[in-house]
């Protein structure tokens, strides 16, 4: 221990310093807190101590350390009054160690009334890191004049070394709770989620991957690779890889639909990258959404469509053979042959809805016809050319900016990008007035071709435009009130062209006109 007012260090002066590098070796806050304060009252022989630990703005309640017994509400007590009137509160303000060497005299010594313990004198240091004071050490003596220089310089060596210890342990602290809130995340989390290091082995798990594996608890997986469980790598593995392959990407995550037939279960798989700053891509984050309820659902409508479309064509074929029946023994000024007309009329109309339904449903589940190379430029000239007359019917332009000549020859199906054209052509004309204007481009750019269609038509208010393309989705619309459709024709140019590899999309303004296009791979 180190004698009072001696200059040179001792052994155990030295002795003592190796203790408090000890400290650094600590993680836990209260220990390093409580070593520390125990080694500052040891090194300098202070009779008794205190530190407050200050949290960033205010003193944390949770870490006053004192060396002699107060209950938790004196000590709260103690603490705001010293930090107001007293030593600490005089070296948290200025941010430099002191030394009051009576008590009696010094007015930064606050007496509180009724303590019965006598302090001769004291020593006080902050504990600084980045000019910030992060705890106030207070030692004192019951004699006048016992700290020193010397002791002061030997407590703020130890200091130095005490902040050193109790920012790491905050920090270690801080880290542990971070890491509790995100297990607590990931368990709350109903979906299965991974996290993959980048060859794609098992890091975190919550619950339900677990479960999804087969396994009862998470210990068992973590460090196993994707591919050593069944229920994996049959699904998620040939995914992981292609998602593998494609890094690194945009960082855009990537979505994909799987099934699992061994469970019986449809999951959306949304894979993500994730990255360490110095180290660039560490891994993977595999979320699987459980979407079986609405691909059941969708399953259902898929068939109740292709029952229900089959189902009525032979009732509607009769309806209009018999009315032509009826007809051949009218009289042909007779009433009834209106009646019959509006009859034929609307089994025509039923028809093509019957035609518009199967052919999404053709579309989806028969093979593209891939057997030649289309001239993508060409082919959108000849939907141009033929779709002429129509848009003429309703005196609108029609112009085309056709930027094609280069283009390669591409493997599509021909007559399902000719109706997703027409589709798009078509549209704009139904829901722009007469005298409007309509606009188709096409081009290559980046490796892929693109088509659109422009016109000054109604426009789409923008709540309708997320769901555009779906089936049986039709605006309701005064302007549009009376064009005939059934909200298939946007559904069928998707279907066509995501089968084709590509995207659509729509931009509109009601009012200014609609501009619709779809984009295609050119390999
Ligand atoms: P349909 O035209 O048979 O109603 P679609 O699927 O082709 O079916 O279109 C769905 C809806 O999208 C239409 O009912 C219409 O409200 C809107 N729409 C499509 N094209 C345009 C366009 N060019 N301008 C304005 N609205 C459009």
């Known amino acids: 221990m180190a004698q009072t007012g001696a200059q040179q260090p001792t052994f155990?002066?030295?002795?003592?310093?190796?203790?408090?590098?000890?400290?650094?070796?600590?993680?836990?806050?209260?220990?390093?807190l409580q070593r520390a304060i125990r080694l500052a009252a040891k090194s300098v022989g202070a009779s008794k101590a205190s530190l407050f630990l200050h949290d960033e703005f205010d003193v944390d309640w949770g870490h006053i350390f004192v060396t002699r017994d107060m209950t938790p509400d004196e000590s709260v007590r103690v603490v705001r009054k010293v930090l107001d009137k007293g030593l600490a509160g005089w070296v948290l303000r200025h941010r430099q160690a002191a030394i009051v060497h009576d008590a009696e005299t010094d007015e930064r010594?606050?007496?509180?009334?009724?303590?019965?313990?006598?302090?001769?004198?004291?020593?006080?240091?902050?504990?600084?890191?980045?000019?910030?004071?992060?705890?106030?050490?207070?030692?004192?003596?019951?004699?006048k004049n016992h700290f020193t220089e010397y002791h002061l310089r030997l407590l703020m060596i130890i200091a130095n070394q005490a902040t050193i210890a109790i920012r790491n342990a905050q920090l270690f602290n801080r880290l542990q709770a971070q890491q509790r809130q995100l297990e607590t995340v990931l368990q709350a989390i109903p979906d299965v989620l991974f996290v993959l290091d980048v060859n794609g082995h098992i890091l975190m798990i919550n619950d339900a991957a677990a479960?999804?594996?087969?396994?009862?608890?998470?210990?068992?997986?973590?460090?196993?690779?994707?591919?050593?469980?069944?229920?994996?790598?049959?699904?998620?593995?040939?995914?992981?890889?292609?998602?593998?392959?494609?890094?690194?990407?945009?960082?855009?995550?990537?979505?994909?639909?799987?099934?699992?037939?061994?469970?019986?279960?449809?999951?959306?798989?949304v894979i993500s990258v994730w990255r360490d700053v110095v180290h660039g891509l560490e891994g993977y984050v595999v979320a699987m959404h459980d979407v079986t309820t609405l691909r059941d659902l969708s399953r259902f409508k898929d068939e109740m469509l292709r029952i229900a479309s089959h189902d009525l064509r032979t009732p509607l074929a009769l309806i209009a053979g018999y009315a032509d029946l009826i007809s051949i023994d009218l009289d042909p000024q007779s009433t009834t042959q209106e009646h019959l007309e509006v009859i034929r009329r609307s089994t025509e109309r039923m028809n093509g809805l019957l035609d518009?339904?199967?052919?999404?449903?053709?579309?989806?589940?028969?093979?593209?016809?891939?057997?030649?190379?289309v001239d993508l430029g060409a082919l959108a000239a000849e939907v141009v050319a033929e779709t002429r007359p129509l848009v003429a019917r309703k005196n609108q332009e029609l112009s085309a900016d056709l930027q094609t000549a280069a283009l390669p020859g591409v493997?599509?199906?021909?007559?399902?990008?000719?109706?997703?054209?027409?589709n798009l052509i078509t549209n704009a004309s139904k829901y722009t007035p007469e005298g409007g204007h309509i606009r188709v481009r096409a081009s290559a750019a980046d490796g892929r071709f693109h088509f659109s269609v422009e016109d000054d038509g109604i426009g789409i208010p923008p709540e309708h435009l997320p769901h555009i393309f779906e089936s049986f989705y039709r605006v309701k619309d005064a302007r549009a009130g009376n064009v005939p459709g059934f909200?298939?024709?946007?559904?069928?140019?998707?279907?066509?062209?995501?089968?084709?590899?590509?995207?659509?999309?729509?931009e509109s303004q009601v009012g200014i006109g609609s501009k619709f296009g779809f984009e295609l791979p050119l390999k």
Request: glycine share 6%.
């Open 411 to 422: 493997v599509v199906d021909r007559a399902l990008l000719r109706r997703a054209m027409e």
């Open 211 to 269: 479960e999804f594996l087969g396994e009862q608890t998470a210990a068992n997986i973590i460090g196993k690779h994707l591919g050593a469980y069944s229920s994996t790598s049959s699904t998620l593995l040939p995914i992981f890889e292609a998602a593998q392959n494609d890094t690194p990407g945009t960082g855009a995550p990537w979505a994909f639909e799987v099934r699992s037939e061994r469970k019986k279960r449809d999951y959306q798989v």
């Open 109 to 143: 010594w606050y007496v509180f009334p009724d303590d019965d313990y006598k302090v001769g004198s004291a020593l006080c240091v902050p504990l600084m890191m980045n000019q910030q004071v992060l705890a106030v050490v207070t030692l004192v003596h019951p004699e």
């Open 487 to 506: 909200g298939l024709g946007l559904n069928l140019v998707r279907t066509i062209i995501e089968r084709h590899k590509g995207e659509v999309w729509v």
């Open 12 to 32: 155990a002066d030295l002795e003592l310093l190796s203790e408090v590098s000890q400290l650094l070796t600590l993680l836990d806050l209260d220990r390093v």
């Open 356 to 373: 518009d339904l199967l052919r999404v449903e053709q579309v989806k589940r028969s093979p593209l016809e891939l057997h030649e190379e």
